[in-house]
């Protein structure tokens, strides 16, 4: 597609349960990146990958977030063991890698986690 | 480290006013700037860049100028719409693949 594709777009699920969201990127973009974004707050950097690596985990918040990519493509972000203050929309952004001084991220819409 | 500050929120202006966000940031070296948009339930979208001090990044009738001696990336619109109603993202990028994005500022323009 043209833009970064993210699924679901709304997702409402129950304290304890696992959840796993989607992102697919524009095509040929080898970086991704995926974001929590809290209400009222700005963004918080979770993971950042080049290709199907993730040099950079710093930014989960717990052993209970993991991710990967595969095929240098889609990624999934997992959840497991959901508490309420997961409750946010994750966000997700490709770009073209390399030097990002010159490589600007294209962000998805979004999936907005409710945990009751 | 590397940060970004934003003026805080929310703005609140009438149609056709004048607006600035102010964004300063904190580097070593010379970062590329960036400012980005959030619509309502949308994912932000790239509004501007600028890459070397004096540069000045526009688009949409948003302008914003890369001043290295004040380290600052402030965004200025002449006449805003309702339309323009969205939070605005200063971010920072040093050649890594790392970007640092302020918190956000929520600007409200009313008819």
């Known amino acids: 597609g043209a833009g970064v594709s993210q699924s679901p777009s709304n997702k409402v699920t129950e304290k304890g349960k696992d959840v796993e969201l989607r992102c697919d990127p524009i095509?040929?973009?080898?970086?991704l990146y995926w974001y929590r974004q809290s209400l009222g707050q700005g963004l918080e950097f979770l993971i950042y990958f080049q290709g199907n690596s993730a040099p950079d985990k710093s930014g989960l918040p717990s052993d209970r977030f993991s991710a990967e990519r595969t095929g240098g493509s889609v990624s999934t972000l997992t959840i497991q063991r959901t508490q309420q203050e997961d409750s946010a929309v994750y966000l997700c952004a490709s770009s073209l890698g390399g030097q990002a001084l010159s490589s600007p991220q294209h962000f998805g819409d979004g999936t907005r986690l409710s945990i009751l | 480290g590397n940060s970004v500050t934003q003026m805080e929120g929310p703005v609140t202006l009438s149609e056709e006013a004048f607006l600035t966000i102010n964004c300063t940031y904190t580097a070593t070296g010379y970062p590329s700037l960036f400012w980005y948009v959030q619509y309502p339930g949308e994912g932000l979208q790239l509004l501007l860049k600028a890459t070397k001090a004096d540069d000045k990044g526009s688009n949409k009738g948003f302008e914003a100028t890369y001043r290295k001696e004040t380290t600052s990336f402030h965004l200025e619109k002449g006449s805003v719409q309702v339309s323009d109603s969205a939070v605005y993202f200063c971010?920072?990028?040093?050649?890594?693949?790392?970007?640092?994005f302020g918190t956000g500022t929520r600007l409200k323009v009313l008819a």
């Open positions: 971010a920072q990028t040093s050649g890594t693949y790392k970007y640092i």
């Open positions: 095509s040929g973009h080898t970086a």
